[in-house]
């Protein structure tokens, strides 16, 4: 049919079912690869096919030198799915996906019953879950929503995380929580996923991200492993994504499986150094730390149970059973020293308190034993008159520290007293801010054992 213009129209029209031109077959074929609508595949993506290659057929046999409509060609390009409207390797909506299906390759019914992960699956740890996930990224694994890896996964983001939790079958984002468990923010854990399904719209804005753990200890940066144009990568991300932030869910696969624990590994009894603690650390003395804490009734501080990774669970903890000893000011502000190492892995002080009950100890003003009720920071600082600071200098000359005075001990606090002090701190082994000069209640407990 032509126009007044004599341009060319090209009308859709439905083919017989059992034609066997070389074109009516091949089109077939791709139409057999294409998702069903109400398993997520995209309805339009299905006409727009059909146009296309009505369209170059058409032309083909006419012979024109007419190219195809810009109406139609624009169309095209806005529904196909290798063509979405915006490519941002940022944006979701660049990042279609396909529905659940089995395995690419894996016999008819091998996929089993929704929300079950399919036959042979097997239970994987955190770690089983990043190394599947570096497998894809170290890759590069091109992204595609119809197209399969060679293990079987289909490689959009959704594929990504059923490869990497090891489902045994193809998921997307509207089922991918049937799956696992919500969990909040702070238990978030390498492994878990965040998850954004737009209800209104899963095909544009939807999307999947493998968390690989915090970028620093202000968290809000993380790792993320996805798959995403133009490939799958590993990458520093703003919580919980870059945009559509407030719609993603944190989740926990339910099929985790500890990992395997050799020998037990005999705890460190050593101070490690302050290093091995504080914001941004990783070690396993901060996870032996947290066991420690919990053993003396520190337990309810933590959510998910100790870990290496060093956060305000272990700071709260750590402060608690500074101050259950009596301690103060920088004593008690929760970075364990070699003095509250000692404690800890010697079984020595007291328990923290449950919570309600205050904290008991030597600062209280109350004598432990033969020792005299410890004073306070307060009485031990320049300028300081009182009896505790001279009866601090006899002990310490009783204990052969007081090689830096020049007149014998004195009620007023001074540098001789402070250099004295030091020396003893430093014969307990103790450095840095543990061997200041200025007595806390743990030097004087010693000095006067």
Not at 164 to 170: E, H, K
Not at 350 to 371: F, H, L, N, T, Y
Not at 376 to 383: W, Y
Request: aromatic share 10%; charged share 20%; proline share 9%.
């Amino acid at each position: 049919m032509e126009t007044d213009s004599g341009a060319p129209v090209f009308e859709e029209f439905e083919r017989a079912p059992d034609c066997d031109c070389p074109g009516c077959i091949q089109l077939r074929r791709e139409n057999a690869r294409l998702l069903p609508p109400r398993l997520g595949g995209r309805p339009a993506a299905h006409g727009a096919r059909r146009a296309l290659v009505l369209a170059a057929a058409a032309g083909s046999v006419l012979a024109a030198p007419h190219a195809v409509p810009q109406a139609a060609a624009g169309q095209a390009a806005l529904t196909s799915p290798s063509s979405p409207s915006r490519t941002t390797a940022d944006d979701p909506a660049s990042t279609p996906q396909g529905g659940s299906s089995a395995l690419h390759g894996a016999p008819e019914g091998s996929q089993g019953p929704p929300g079950v992960p399919a036959a042979g699956a097997q239970a994987i740890t955190r770690a089983e879950i990043i190394n599947r996930a570096k497998q894809w990224v170290g890759a590069q694994v091109p992204y595609s929503m119809d197209k399969y890896f060679t293990d079987g996964y289909r490689q959009d983001c959704s594929g990504f995380v059923s490869m990497a939790w090891n489902l045994g079958r193809n998921e997307w984002t509207g089922s991918l929580d049937a799956f696992a468990v919500r969990i909040g923010r702070e238990q978030l854990q390498p492994g878990d996923i965040l998850l954004f399904h737009n209800q209104a719209d899963p095909e544009k804005g939807s999307h999947v991200t493998i968390f690989g753990g915090w970028t620093d200890y202000t968290h809000s940066h993380y790792f993320a492993y996805e798959q995403a144009r133009p490939h799958a990568r590993k990458q520093a991300t703003p919580y919980a994504y870059w945009n559509h932030s407030k719609g993603y869910t944190a989740y926990r696969y339910k099929n985790l499986r500890a990992a395997a624990q050799g020998p037990a590994a005999a705890p460190a009894r050593r101070f490690p150094g302050a290093a091995a603690f504080g914001p941004g650390v990783r070690s396993p003395y901060v996870t032996q730390l947290g066991r420690l804490l919990v053993q003396r009734g520190g337990g309810r501080f933590y959510r998910s149970g100790p870990s290496p990774v060093w956060g305000e669970a272990d700071r709260r903890a750590t402060q608690a059973f500074q101050r259950a000893q009596g301690w103060t000011g920088r004593a008690a502000d929760g970075l364990p020293g070699p003095l509250t190492w000692e404690y800890l892995v010697g079984g020595k002080g007291r328990d923290i308190p449950p919570e309600g009950k205050p904290a008991g100890g030597a600062a209280a003003g109350r004598s432990v034993g033969a020792v005299p009720a410890y004073p306070g920071r307060g009485a031990f600082r320049p300028g300081q008159v009182n009896a505790a600071v001279e009866r601090l200098g006899r002990q310490l000359v009783k204990k052969g520290f007081g090689a830096h005075y020049r007149q014998g001990p004195g009620p007023v606090w001074g540098e001789s007293d402070r250099r004295n002090v030091e020396a003893f701190q430093r014969a307990q082994g103790w450095r840095g801010g543990a061997a200041d000069g200025y007595p806390g209640p743990e030097t004087w407990r010693r000095l006067f054992s």
